[in-house]
């Protein structure tokens, strides 16, 4: 068996065990084992790809296993990985591993949710090793359709309203994203919907790309949150449970970005030359409005939420930039809001389970009583705002140096604007930080809260020291997607 198909298999695994799981140790068992295992399975594949590519293994993806399914439609499991890949099945492992925790408490319907969570990774899993266009989508699709049950079962606030909405637009971006791929299908001729084979014969004409790049970049920038199509994620982010709320930004949005880049830029790179200029304009549009929105928020899910929206902004504000040095802040983008954006929302998740409350004026002074948890958003916010160290200061600075390598006025004055993002999220990080942590604690019952339990700093923790470890030594992660993103960015040159 290909060694990729373990991160297909054990989700599967889980799936029948809990299943047969009667209890909750059991089911929490099933999970903390499950997650370990994708954990570990991550980390080895991580070191074996390093260990290739310094053998000398030029080839564009490694670990590749092809097996027809069904041979009229030219559908096959082709699955592999090159640097950017494994960067993803990395940070999917980390959240999912983490997010079992974040989830250790959880009633009811304990077994319900978690069956659902792990059909989630299992797309999301899926989605990062395929190199098949059909099994793909498929994959794709997979990650998607247990969001409305999430968040509309396990979710609060308007969660019904929340689930629907998410549901309905990213089924619409769905609907365009299955237009393009089948006519990048046809148009290029090939016997095979495997990516690479598509981009080899490089023959779709210039007319059907113009007409196939908007939808598939439009498909894919739905679920990476481009505008004005971002309105499902404040929502959805605010109804939805923790752990639901750490994969879907940590990891469900980068598949948007991710599939920009694999395949609307990759495959339709004439058509990406020449209308770039109108999608940098609206992922402009996105980094500075979600800044400024997230500025005028009183609940810390919505400022969180709209905060991914900036920070995903820049990552396919970085891919349209289309030079090397861009595409690779973009991928470390998406590792370092993955990592951070997880953090956040696993940390306004354990406040609220405190206070009952996410609104900010109704919260102050709670480094006195809960110092732990205090500290950690402290670390989560300073990261989120930049802070050289942590992994939001390399991704932001690799992005905005490649951005500036366009000499034209055009590409320079777009680089300004969203670099003025970096100071507008100082400005709710500082202010937010300052009126939730410090201060006098207003509310008395408040004095008698408790600190981070065990199941719950084993969560924070680990993704603390991700979020330094990218910010302190990102040298071989670069690496290691710059090698990755040449084959993309070469065809994008003009």
Not at 403 to 412: I, L, M, P
């Amino acid at each position: 068996m290909n060694f990729l198909s373990i991160f297909v298999l054990i989700p599967l695994l889980m799936l029948a065990a809990l299943w047969a799981a009667r209890g909750i140790k059991a089911i929490r068992g099933v999970m903390v084992a499950g997650a370990s295992a994708l954990l570990a399975a991550s980390i080895i594949l991580t070191f074996l790809y390093l260990e290739e590519r310094h053998a000398g293994n030029t080839a564009e993806m490694l670990f590749r296993a092809d097996t027809l399914w069904y041979a009229p439609l030219h559908i096959a499991y082709s699955v592999g990985v090159d640097g950017i890949s494994v960067a993803m099945l990395l940070l999917s492992s980390i959240i999912v591993f983490t997010g079992t925790f974040a989830s250790w408490r959880l009633q009811p319907l304990t077994k319900e949710y978690f069956l659902w969570f792990t059909l989630l990774s299992l797309g999301v899993f899926g989605f990062f090793i395929s190199v098949d266009l059909f099994t793909m989508f498929m994959f794709y699709e997979i990650a998607l359709i247990p969001m409305y049950l999430l968040i509309g079962v396990w979710g609060s606030g308007r969660k019904e309203y929340a689930a629907m909405k998410l549901t309905l637009m990213l089924m619409g971006g769905s609907a365009f994203l299955l237009i393009g791929i089948l006519g990048i299908f046809s148009g290029s001729g090939a016997t095979t919907m495997n990516i690479l084979e598509i981009a080899q014969l490089h023959n779709i004409p210039f007319e059907q790309q113009c007409i196939w790049f908007p939808l598939t970049f439009l498909g894919f920038g739905v679920l990476g949150a481009l505008f004005p199509f971002h309105t499902w994620s404040p929502d959805g982010h605010a109804s939805a449970p923790t752990a639901v709320s750490m994969l879907h930004a940590g990891v469900l949005m980068k598949l948007g970005g991710y599939g920009c880049f694999r395949i609307a830029m990759f495959l339709l790179p004439e058509a990406a030359q020449e209308l770039a200029w109108i999608f940098l304009i609206l992922t402009g549009i996105s980094v500075v409005y979600g800044a400024f929105s997230a500025c005028v928020q009183t609940d810390l899910k919505y400022i969180n939420a709209y905060s991914s929206v900036s920070h995903c902004g820049l990552v396919l504000f970085a891919i349209l930039m289309l030079n090397r040095t861009a595409a690779t802040g973009a991928i470390l983008q998406m590792l370092s809001h993955g990592l951070m954006t997880a953090l956040f929302f696993a940390l306004i998740g354990m406040i609220y389970g405190r206070t009952h409350t996410r609104d900010v004026r109704q919260l102050s002074g709670l480094m006195k009583v809960m110092p732990f948890l205090s500290v950690c958003y402290v670390i989560a916010g300073l990261a989120n705002l930049g802070l050289p160290g942590l992994s939001g200061f390399v991704a932001e600075m690799t992005i905005f140096v490649g951005s500036f390598q366009n000499a034209d006025v055009f590409h320079r004055t777009l680089t300004v604007l969203a670099c003025s993002s970096i100071v507008i999220t100082a400005v709710y990080i500082l202010r937010l930080v300052g009126k939730i942590l410090y201060g006098t604690c207003t509310d008395k019952h408040h004095l008698e809260l408790t600190d981070a339990t065990w199941d719950e700093r084993v969560a924070v923790i680990c993704l603390i020291v991700c979020v330094a470890g990218l910010g302190l030594a990102p040298f071989w992660v670069s690496r290691m997607i710059g090698e990755s993103v040449i084959p993309v960015v070469s065809q994008l040159m003009p």
